[in-house]
């Protein structure tokens, strides 16, 4: 495999090795080896630590003193604590688009991605779902413009990415109530009603909670 800019070379190793994790093709607790990852990806050592780095800032790894670095396991406890940090998140967000959109135009970016996840949900495309549903946050950082908020979600959304996918890949028919739900968000954001999309974005966030403990429990 080769990398090319414009990402890092440590970003783009640690994209693929994310990538990996949130699909499940790592397992939780395996030991990543860096001289494994070296020679598949005919990187630098060095590459791949800082990698492994930026990948234990976002919570798919763990880096121990003398076992290295392990895919970290989720746990109930650890999925609970997540979703009730992003569903603040996700409120922020809702509300600053909801207090920053003027004219009808400036809604364009959010019903793309409603028909992207609808096309996905057609054709029970799971990892382009999970993506399109993170496309959301990422439309609505311009009208927040607070960049410790943005830090923040795209530290936490590989994790969060990684849960929904073991839920998802279990219950795709969950997909139509997650496209429901973004539905009435839409409709709370243009009228600017500020506790509906509290109500919503919290529903979205205790039902995907409760899919991903599903998830862990069957598995």
């Known amino acids: ?34 001289q494994k990852v070296t020679q598949a990806l005919n990187v630098s050592r060095g590459s791949v630590r800082e990698a492994l780095l930026i ?9 121990l003193a003398r076992r290295g670095a392990h895919v970290t396991v989720l746990t109930e406890h650890k999925v609970r604590s997540l979703c009730a940090l992003m569903s603040e998140l996700y409120i922020l967000l809702g509300n600053a688009v909801a207090d920053g959109w003027k004219e009808q135009a400036d809604m364009t970016p959010f019903v793309a991605i409603q028909q992207r996840l609808q096309d996905a949900f057609a054709r029970q495309d799971i990892r382009t779902f999970v993506d399109e549903s993170f496309s959301v946050m990422r439309a609505a950082y311009p009208f927040a413009n607070n960049p410790y908020l943005q830090e ?5 959304q590989p994790a ?29 954001v243009l009228a600017r009603d500020l506790p509906q999309i509290r109500l919503v974005l919290t529903a979205y966030a205790q039902r995907s909670c409760d899919l991903v403990v599903s998830a862990l429990t069957a598995a």
Do not use: C, W
Not at 14 to 26: C, D, Q, S
Not at 169 to 177: D, H, I, V
């Open 160 to 188: 969060m990415s990684r849960a929904y996918f073991l839920a998802l890949e279990q219950r795709k028919a969950e997909m139509g109530e997650f496209l429901d739900l973004f539905q009435r968000l839409l409709t709370a």
């Open 1 to 34: 495999m080769t990398f090319k800019a414009p990402d890092s070379l440590a970003e783009q190793i640690a994209h693929h090795l994310a990538e990996r994790i949130i699909r499940g093709e790592m397992k939780p607790g395996e030991r990543i080896q860096e």
């Open 152 to 156: 923040t979600v795209e530290n936490l």
């Open 55 to 63: 990948l234990e800032r976002r919570h798919l790894v763990a880096i």
